[in-house]
């Protein structure tokens, strides 16, 4: 993909780039002052206008954490095909500057780190442990907008988005771990599996699945 096919509109992600797993894995990678700085003002444009940031960071804010742009959600350049991480060390959500190549892009990427964030500051979650990251990733994919194109999509015919919906987190709660562990996809499958329940149905902050 090269990046002015990249820059010339929206168009959806592919699977692997919608995947994110914690960033700052390739950073020879030189920041490009363009691509920097629109990374910023989409990102501030989020913050300000998209609905389930605004509500991210507000459910942040009830937990004691006032989130900063530019302090805590960072533009940077990235990994090929990463759109972004949460950096359980440094509590800076990362976004790929390089990667990231449109408004409703940066909404879904900000809104599925904010989930993790959340998750990092609401439970003390042990980042070694994959069943904890298992978790927040079905979380995060299933809370923020990484599905919702199946859901669209199968509603629009009738068919029932909730299994779809399910089935798409686990995948993508599959992908995410396999990003940050050297297992094998059955391992992955098994500790996504033995999790699933439970944080499928843990929609915090949120009431339920966001429409
Ligand atoms: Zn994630």
Redesign the pocket.
């Known amino acids: 993909m090269t990046d002015s096919a990249r820059d010339s509109g929206e168009r959806r992600p592919t699977e692997a780039e919608k ?3 914690p960033a700052r894995v390739n950073r020879n990678i030189d920041s490009n002052h363009r691509k920097h700085n629109r990374c910023l003002e989409w990102a501030e444009n989020s913050c300000r206008k998209a609905p389930y940031v605004k509500f991210m960071l507000d459910a942040m804010k009830k937990l004691g954490c006032n989130v900063d742009l530019g302090k805590h959600i960072v533009c940077e350049p990235c990994g090929e095909n990463v759109l972004g ?2 950096d359980f060390h440094r509590k800076q959500v990362v976004l790929c500057e390089n990667v990231i190549y449109s408004q409703s892009c940066m909404n879904d990427v900000l809104t ?2 904010l ?2 964030a959340y998750d990092f500051a609401r439970i003390k979650y042990d980042v070694n442990n994959l069943r904890h990251l298992a978790c ?2 079905i979380r ?2 299933n809370l923020s907008g990484d599905c919702f194109f199946w859901k669209e999509f199968f509603s629009r015919f009738n068919f029932g988005w909730k299994g779809h919906q399910k089935k798409c987190a686990r995948n ?1 709660a599959v992908k ?1 771990i396999l990003c940050v562990s050297d297992i094998n996809k059955d391992e992955a499958e098994n500790i996504v599996s033995s999790v699933f329940e439970e944080c499928y149905k843990d929609t915090e902050p949120f009431e339920r699945i966001p429409p």
């Open positions: 995947q994110s797993f991480g949460f599925h780190e989930i993790h927040t990733e995060a994919a993508r995410s």
